[in-house]
C-alpha cells in the first residue's frame, strides 16, 4: 500500500494546506466537497504537490517535514514555475 503526502493551495487565503493518505483521490473529493473541518471555510483549493510513499511512518515524517519552515522553503523552490511562471 502506498501513501501520499499532498500539498493544497487554498486560492481564498493563499496558504497551504498539507496532509497524508492512502487513498488520494477519496481525499481530495473530501476537501472539495468540504467535508474536512481545516480546509472547509478555505475553499476553493488546489492540488499543488504530491509523492508518494512506501509506508506510512515516511509519509508521516514527511509531512512533518513540509509543515515546518525548510520544508515550506524547499516548497517554494521546487514549485518555483508554479508560484513564478514567467521565470
Do not use: W
Not at 480546509?39 to 488546489?46: A, Y
Not at 515516511?58 to 513540509?66: F, I, P, V
Amino acid at each position: 500500500m502506498y501513501y501520499y503526502v499532498y500539498v493544497l493551495l487554498s486560492e481564498k487565503d493563499g496558504n497551504f494546506y498539507t496532509g497524508y493518505t492512502s487513498d488520494i483521490k477519496r481525499r481530495l473529493q473530501e476537501h472539495s466537497e468540504g467535508k474536512v473541518y481545516s480546509t472547509k471555510t478555505r475553499l476553493p483549493i488546489k492540488l499543488i504537490y504530491y509523492e508518494g510513499c512506501l509506508n506510512q511512518q515516511d509519509a508521516t515524517r514527511r509531512e512533518k517535514y513540509l509543515k515546518s519552515g525548510s520544508g515550506k522553503i524547499y516548497l517554494r523552490n521546487r514549485l518555483s514555475n508554479f508560484f513564478n511562471p514567467t521565470g
